[in-house]
């Protein structure tokens, strides 16, 4: 065992029940490759990992994995035991409670730091020399993007292969703006139909969300920083946008600018409605680099939408223009934008009679009911949401722009901030969007999100579809939810919750002061040592 405090706790839970299939594989890679950084770095670290409710036909996690020459990492496995699983509602058709699992975990962690994640992440080389450095800092939330990679990862192979593997096996990347599928060079594939043609040698990248259709108008959205990945050419060439301000800039004229790779404007035009944007693009040049400045405000399920797009294409004419960026009216299509609105209610119609549930006609903005505060009760102050009252509402403010993608599998902040915040909220629900509900109460009680850019990176080892949540098994996940009966938190919810803690200017908290199991003696071993279980 460690003499020194670990630096790090990382905590992550599962059992022993073939979950996502290959689990014990993907367990073993993970277990291996932590062992291997915090020797290669020389970092004191741990891992915790809860065992939760062990099937009783199969042996313990402690017992059935290989555990490596730990270093300076020290291997702590806990037991949740059946008899305390059955205490929960769902019991019988969830086997597994993530959230409170992990609260187990990070209640016991000893480390400075704590990053709560899952047992199919590698992090990347980069990502653990940031790590090791000791740069990490009290009052922030380190979130990142997570890259999904073939299943096949070599479990024999050494780290530095099984991270090769990961580089050249990305299959998809969830990031701030959404999920999104990879091309075999790591690019963002373009939708099926988007704002550029393919085969032009033009991607978007980050800041740029997925495009969206409205009455058979293309678009995509762009934040305050957004990036167009170009395939490079000996030529200058003119790139041409067709674009207009959003919600952010108050749908009003904005200057836009453009950026070098370090962040700093290299040039500035004016974007008045709808403009024809130029862009010149030098020689071998592979990024074009948009943005406003900063100050914006998101809608209220936390999107930033600070201008969008709707064509993207070359100049045919691209003699060089004398600035490297320059806006003017985009042209007047009159007919193009007829067959847009009837392709889009063509479109419309035939889909109506096989959509299931509500479906929004008009503008895509949401209203937020009023909420009054009430001190008359018998019992103190309480909050009461909707309807029309004598009191005066507060105002209907948008949460903050977190990256909530994926981050079940990556949120690292000091260990005062989870007691602080008493972990994630413990509801006798399925794990779907708790997580997210935590990134909102660490930015409002005082660990601001900071984002961790590439070639930072976490890798996850694909998994069976619907065994978690993918673009591919989402509808399969929900499917098996509702046969079981088994609820879940919706994004609308965590929303409405983060625009309160916006409105409101704190947190929440939702867990007692036993949050974590703490009023029970977890068992605990050490499986790497010769040491007895301790109770």
């Known amino acids: 065992?460690?003499?020194?405090?670990?630096?790090?706790?990382?905590?992550?839970?599962?059992?022993?029940?073939?979950?996502?299939?290959?689990?014990?594989?993907?367990?073993?890679?993970?277990?291996?490759?932590?062992?291997?950084?915090?020797?290669?770095?020389?970092?004191?670290?741990?891992?915790?990992?809860?065992?939760?409710?062990?099937?009783?036909?199969?042996?313990?996690?402690?017992?059935?994995?290989r555990w490596p020459d730990p270093g300076p990492c020290r291997f702590r496995v806990l037991t949740v035991p059946p008899e305390w699983h059955r205490r929960y509602r769902h019991h019988q058709a969830l086997p597994l409670y993530q959230m409170i699992a992990k609260n187990a975990g990070i209640r016991r962690a000893e480390g400075e730091f704590i990053l709560a994640t899952n047992i199919d992440i590698l992090l990347s080389s980069e990502l653990m020399e940031f790590i090791a450095a000791r740069r990490l800092e009290h009052g922030r939330m380190y979130r990142i993007d997570r890259h999904d990679v073939d299943a096949d990862v070599p479990a024999a192979a050494s780290l530095e292969e099984q991270l090769a593997y990961c580089r050249t096996h990305r299959i998809r990347l969830n990031a701030r703006e959404g999920t999104f599928a990879l091309t075999a060079d790591g690019l963002r594939r373009l939708g099926p139909i988007d704002v550029?043609?393919?085969?032009?040698?033009?991607?978007?990248?980050?800041?740029?969300?997925?495009?969206?259709?409205?009455?058979?108008?293309?678009?995509?959205?762009?934040?305050?920083?957004?990036?167009?990945?170009?395939?490079?050419?000996?030529?200058?060439?003119?790139?041409?946008?067709?674009?207009?301000?959003?919600?952010?800039?108050?749908?009003?004229?904005?200057?836009?600018r453009l950026l070098d790779a370090q962040g700093s404007m290299v040039h500035e035009t004016h974007v008045e409605r709808r403009a024809s944007l130029r862009v010149r693009v030098e020689p071998y040049m592979d990024t074009v680099r948009l943005g406003i400045r900063s100050g914006g405000e998101a809608l209220i399920n936390g999107r930033l939408l600070s201008f969008r797009v709707f064509r993207c294409d070359w100049l045919a004419d691209s003699s060089p223009?004398?600035?490297?960026?320059?806006?003017?009216?985009?042209?007047?299509?009159?007919?193009?934008?007829?067959?847009?609105?009837?392709?889009?209610?063509?479109?419309?119609?035939?889909?109506?009679?096989?959509?299931?549930?509500?479906?929004?006609?008009?503008?895509?903005?949401?209203?937020?009911?009023?909420?009054?505060?009430?001190?008359?009760?018998?019992?103190?102050?309480?909050?009461?949401?909707?309807?029309?009252?004598?009191?005066?509402?507060?105002?209907?403010?948008?949460?903050?722009?977190?990256?909530?993608?994926?981050?079940?599998?990556?949120?690292?902040?000091?260990?005062?901030?989870?007691?602080?915040?008493?972990?994630?909220?413990?509801?006798?629900?399925?794990?779907?969007?708790?997580?997210?509900?935590?990134?909102?109460?660490?930015?409002?009680?005082?660990?601001?999100?900071?984002?961790?850019?590439?070639?930072?990176?976490?890798?996850?080892?694909?998994?069976?579809?619907?065994?978690?949540?993918?673009?591919?098994?989402?509808?399969?996940?929900?499917?098996?939810?509702?046969?079981?009966?088994?609820?879940?938190?919706?994004?609308?919810?965590?929303?409405?919750?983060?625009?309160?803690?916006?409105?409101?200017k704190t947190t929440m908290i939702f867990n007692r002061e036993n949050w974590g199991l703490s009023e029970f003696d977890t068992p605990e071993v050490n499986p790497s040592s010769a040491t007895e279980p301790r109770p």
């Not at 970092?43 to 939760?52: G, S």
């Not at 033009?202 to 934040?223: D, K, N, S």
């Open 321 to 504: 223009e004398s600035a490297p960026l320059t806006a003017g009216p985009a042209p007047f299509r009159p007919v193009s934008r007829f067959r847009e609105v009837a392709v889009g209610g063509a479109r419309f119609l035939w889909n109506l009679p096989r959509r299931k549930g509500p479906i929004r006609v008009g503008l895509p903005f949401y209203t937020r009911p009023a909420v009054r505060i009430d001190s008359d009760s018998g019992s103190g102050p309480s909050v009461t949401f909707g309807g029309e009252s004598a009191s005066v509402a507060l105002p209907a403010t948008p949460p903050a722009n977190l990256h909530t993608n994926a981050c079940g599998d990556f949120t690292l902040a000091h260990r005062s901030h989870w007691m602080e915040l008493r972990g994630y909220p413990e509801f006798d629900l399925f794990s779907m969007n708790i997580d997210s509900v935590f990134c909102y109460m660490a930015h409002y009680g005082g660990a601001k999100e900071y984002l961790l850019r590439d070639p930072m990176r976490i890798y996850h080892i694909e998994h069976a579809s619907g065994s978690g949540w993918s673009p591919e098994g989402e509808a399969l996940l929900y499917q098996r939810l509702a046969a079981k009966g088994i609820p879940w938190i919706d994004s609308q919810k965590v929303f409405d919750w983060a625009a309160d803690m916006e409105r409101l």
């Open 196 to 256: 550029v043609t393919p085969g032009q040698g033009i991607f978007f990248g980050r800041g740029w969300y997925p495009p969206e259709q409205h009455f058979g108008q293309i678009f995509r959205w762009a934040g305050e920083d957004a990036e167009i990945g170009i395939l490079p050419s000996p030529q200058t060439r003119i790139l041409q946008l067709e674009t207009e301000g959003g919600p952010a800039t108050g749908f009003a004229p904005f200057p836009l």
């Open 1 to 65: 065992m460690p003499a020194e405090r670990p630096y790090l706790s990382v905590v992550a839970t599962a059992r022993n029940d073939d979950h996502g299939a290959n689990l014990l594989r993907r367990i073993q890679i993970f277990v291996n490759a932590l062992a291997g950084q915090a020797r290669r770095y020389d970092l004191p670290m741990e891992l915790v990992l809860v065992d939760w409710n062990p099937p009783p036909e199969k042996p313990p996690l402690a017992e059935v994995l």
